[in-house]
């Protein structure tokens, strides 16, 4: 998995498992841009990135417990090395080469989540559901026209507006 994938896999960890976000509005549809926290909008998936925003990473490691921050020069590199000790379900000291990540690691070992159960970010997503009562759509909920696709008549709306529902 790329530097890049895993970030992102960390970053979606925390937003679900540890803020409890997902990505379902308060209607039941599915964004695929922003988090959500009973229906309501909290933050774009792309600008939550608690391993490597400081702020944001601090506000999750208070949601779990207690935390230590230590910096130490790395033996024999140019590299500065970050030791957090975070007090969750369970001890957790992890180093990283930056904070931001060290505190994001150090929360998912606390709290005994690892990221060997996902392969990307968008395991955790909720894909296009079903409505409640099982039915499909016939019609756009958005503008009415007849919906073609299997996936459109899930999702209730085609193409053109679901991308316009996303853009909101």
């Known amino acids: 998995m790329s530097e890049r994938k895993h970030k992102r896999l960390i970053d979606a960890l925390i937003a679900t498992k540890i803020n409890g976000w997902s990505n379902v509005t308060r209607s039941g549809r599915v ?3 922003n988090w959500y926290k009973d229906g309501e909008k909290v933050s774009s998936i792309r600008n939550y990135s608690p391993s490597s925003n ?9 949601r779990v417990g207690e935390y230590e921050i230590a910096y130490f020069e790395a033996d024999g590199e140019n590299a500065a090395e970050f030791e957090v000790e975070l007090y969750g379900k369970q001890k957790s000291s992890v180093c990283a080469g930056t904070l931001p990540m060290a ?4 929360i998912l070992e606390a709290q005994q ?11 955790l997503l909720v894909k296009d559901t079903v409505p409640v009562d099982g039915d499909t759509h016939t019609h756009c909920l958005r503008c009415g026209r007849p919906l073609r696709s299997k996936k459109s008549q899930i999702r209730g709306y085609g193409p053109e507006c679901a991308r316009r ?3 909101l």
């Open 31 to 33: 964004s695929a841009v």
């Open 54 to 62: 400081i702020e944001q990473a601090l506000e999750a490691a208070e």
């Open 103 to 106: 505190i994001s690691l150090a």
């Open 165 to 167: 529902e996303r853009g």
């Open 113 to 123: 989540i690892s990221t060997n159960n996902y392969q990307s970010a968008d395991d």
